[in-house]
């Protein structure tokens, strides 16, 4: 938000102010997680730091279950339209927000982009957030889950450095575990920082490229898109 570095703001009206967009965000979360809801779209929220490979991640999930059920997606960037091409190419309908200086996506934002996207009922929608570990930690998008993709390239100690992003998810992806081989990763010891901040947090271990683990990747996304068509039913 940028606020806190005003030499002219109080500490106490800088809190004031990050409270005060938060509570307009969550008022638009609210407003797209009813909208989801109600059209039986199981929506998801993919947080990471740059290279984690949540693009590859999506490309790929995309390709593999198209067949089985409509995918759209949201993408979160600073500038381009380079991932919502890739997208696109692997065959879902996708809508680019360019958020210019802006670390992370708002609800706001995503509820615009739902007007364009118009989602079809009984659906799937993945959100790829811009890439960074702090920002959209804070910023519900009216998603029904947040997952962290956590590349083994990058450190295992990422859960307790950045916690607030691992205490906010509902699953962390361990991505590219097929380089393990070539690499001083601890894995054990990765998912051990991650559930000394979430101690509910999942873990799904996998390779986009290489495709280890994507099986049960799929029959977790299944088997809630298919909860959220049956409430629907339930609803209606």
């Given at each position: 938000m940028g606020i806190t570095h005003d030499p002219e703001l109080s500490q106490s009206r800088v809190v004031q102010i990050e409270q005060d967009i938060l509570s307009i965000n969550n008022r638009h979360a609210d407003a797209n997680r009813a909208f989801l809801k109600e059209r039986g779209i199981f929506t998801v929220n993919f947080v990471s730091s740059p290279g984690s490979g949540k693009t590859t991640l999506l490309a790929r999930t995309i390709s593999d279950l198209k067949d089985r059920f409509t995918v759209s997606v949201v993408e979160g960037d600073q500038q381009t339209e380079n991932d919502a091409d890739r997208i696109r190419s692997s065959g879902a309908k996708?809508?680019?927000?360019?958020?210019?200086k802006g670390c992370h996506l708002d609800a706001h934002m995503v509820g615009h982009a739902l007007q364009d996207l118009d989602p079809p009922v009984d659906s799937v929608l993945f959100i790829e957030n811009v890439g960074n570990l702090i920002c959209p930690a804070a910023f519900d998008l009216g998603e029904a889950h947040?997952?962290?993709?956590?590349?083994?390239t990058e450190g295992e100690d990422k859960p307790i450095k950045y916690p607030d992003m691992f205490y906010e998810a509902d699953l962390m992806i361990l991505n590219k575990v097929d380089l393990l081989p070539h690499l001083n990763f601890d894995v054990e010891k990765c998912i051990d920082y991650a559930r000394q901040v979430n101690p509910d947090i999942r873990v799904l271990q996998l390779s986009a490229t290489a495709g280890d683990g994507l099986d049960e990747w799929y029959d977790w996304v299944?088997?809630?898109?298919?909860?959220?068509?049956?409430a629907r039913k339930r609803a209606s």
């Open positions: 996708a809508v680019q927000v360019n958020t210019g947040k997952i962290v993709v956590l590349s083994v299944s088997r809630r898109r298919d909860a959220a068509v049956a």
